[in-house]
């Protein structure tokens, strides 16, 4: 019999079957929608709204559910297919107790967020790996000195840790974006039931507080409506990949013959099928492309909620599949880019030999002019230009052209000026220029070893973070354990 249509309805189409169902993407709801239920039921039982011994046996059947659960379409959903395990098992009298006053439209909202909590920690903790491998590969490089780059053309030197904490940073705002979404994720929807909650007299912060939730969403429209908290974790976690995806561009573009700055680990890498000199970085463009797929599941869940009428609407069900798969590219993304960050082997020589390229202190001689001689910084500019064109003019470096100095300064500020040689071979030894640049957040290794700290103990109190959340809901999940049994043990 089909414990839902009853005597309602005919049967469902049998093309309408897997169209309306949920449960291909269901599987990892099967846990949570148990522990609601058994939450829930322990509520029913506490506040006599049950018969206590009819409670029991709906626990027992709840307990005895495998995880692995095969479920079936014809009866929609998850929450369906325990609900009719249940009764299979305990009858209609008894099993029939399971969804009074609850619905799958409380029920499904609140399994999301269980779930969604769970990667959100799990997804911290692998950005957490990541950061403290980025800064592992940075205490090796402090003074790998690398032309810094603007406009993919050489600019201004930094060091190669300088460089890898960008990222390090960006990912930690990445990280305390998720903590805090997970403040919005960790409310309770349950008791909302269908909308409108129910005139029995439930307790939903007793349910709440089973389930590990921090507190409820409040009006019960909303409760069953929502799903911006999913939006925005997914939203997030564009971000977050739009930031590895960038790591990932560069490691592409740094291994290539023409860079030549990166050597990608052979366990992150491919070969061609017919040209057997090829190593492909194929990890790193597969967290390109996926975060062009992230920002679909975005724009999907975007799409699907803007018209929809409040309260619950099947779309909603469509939206789920969008979130684990988001989360899913997420974590392993992360997982992948922190093994090919360990392995990776940065070419030393090569960048070495990119320094060579002393254009990328012309700003530091500009500057030496403004401090030496009173010229302002504009002017200065202007001179250090026309010098630079010389040297490409003819084929040289700054440094071969520096004698020529003076002649420009004259002829664009009128200024006769001695400018004093060994002076000048001080500005431009491009060991010295990262080293003056001791402003906060700057190259120089001492600034670097400073945001090192920094970073290091942001990420020290993110983990713990993790790991107070993760006991939190030990700790509500223990007192579920121990309720159920308590029951079990009066009622046997
Ligand atoms: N399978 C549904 C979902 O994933 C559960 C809620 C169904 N509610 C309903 N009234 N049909 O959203």
Redesign the pocket.
Known sequence: MDILRGERLKGLAPEAINFI??IS??EP?IKPVIMINQAHMIMLIEYGLVKREYGIECLKALESIPLDLKLDPKL????MNIESLVIKKLGEEIGGQLNLGK???D???TA?RMVLRDYILDIISNLIKLCKTLIQRCEEHLETIMPGYTHLQHAQPVTLAHHLLAYCEALLRDGYRLRDSYKRINLSPMGAA?LATTGLNIDRNLVASLLGFDGLIRNSIDAVSSRDFAVEVISNLSLLMMNLSRLAEELILWSTYEFGIVEIPDEYASTSSIMPQKKNAVVAEMIRSKTSIIYGDLIASLSILKSLPYS?N?D??DL?PRIWNACNIALTSLMVMDGMMKGVKFNVNRLKDLIKNDMLLATDLADYLTQKFGISFRIAHRIIGALVRRAIENGKTLSEVVGDLSKFIEEITGLKVNVPINELKDVLNVEKAVEIRKVIGGPSSFEVIKMMDYYKSEINGLENWVLECKSKLERSFTLLHNKIALLRGVGS
């Open positions: 169902s949920s993407h269901d709801l929609e959903d998850v929450h619905s799958r439209n029920q499904v909202a999301i269908a619950y099947l909603l069900q789920t």
